[in-house]
């Protein structure tokens, strides 16, 4: 039986595993497939990022308060969003797969950094209450992604919007300790 601590680790090392795959699909993607390919990836992206935004690393600033751990996990996350953004209104599928290689890079880089700096030393850290209220947070990702229609996702346009409205969600959803 695993601890709360280690099915937080197992279940987020999996979702950047999930993400791995999803920019791998707009990477390899036809110009037909490339807008379906993107739009899954965005979508599990903005939720699984709302979720560390709301509940992760926010523990890591308290936690963390003399180095900047976390505080640099969410500057890549808003680097990451621009980037986005900006792919979000490109229309040349050359300047898309240029751009879109160097995000693929650095988001890599980011789900690492948090793999091996930032969420190891967290849950070491947090009470096991706390732990398992993340926990359940996180397990929302896959719901809300499989159901746009009934999820914070529903309306959302662009990235910022299904970041924006997820972490409101997750907000709303989460009981303060
Ligand atoms: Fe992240
Ligand atoms: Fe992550």
Redesign the pocket.
Known sequence: MSTPAEELVSL?TG??GRIKTLMTDVAMASDAERPAAFERFRRYLAV??AA?QTLLHPQGLVEFADDNVSQRRITEEQDAAAVIATLETMRSAGDFKVQFGLLQEAVTHH?EA?EHEELPRLVAALPEDVIAKVLDGFARVELWTDDIADSPLAGATTFTAMVTQSMTAFADSTPES
Do not use: C, L, N, T
Request: net charge negative; glycine share 0%.
């Open positions: 987020i979702q950047h699984h990022e560390e789900a948090e």
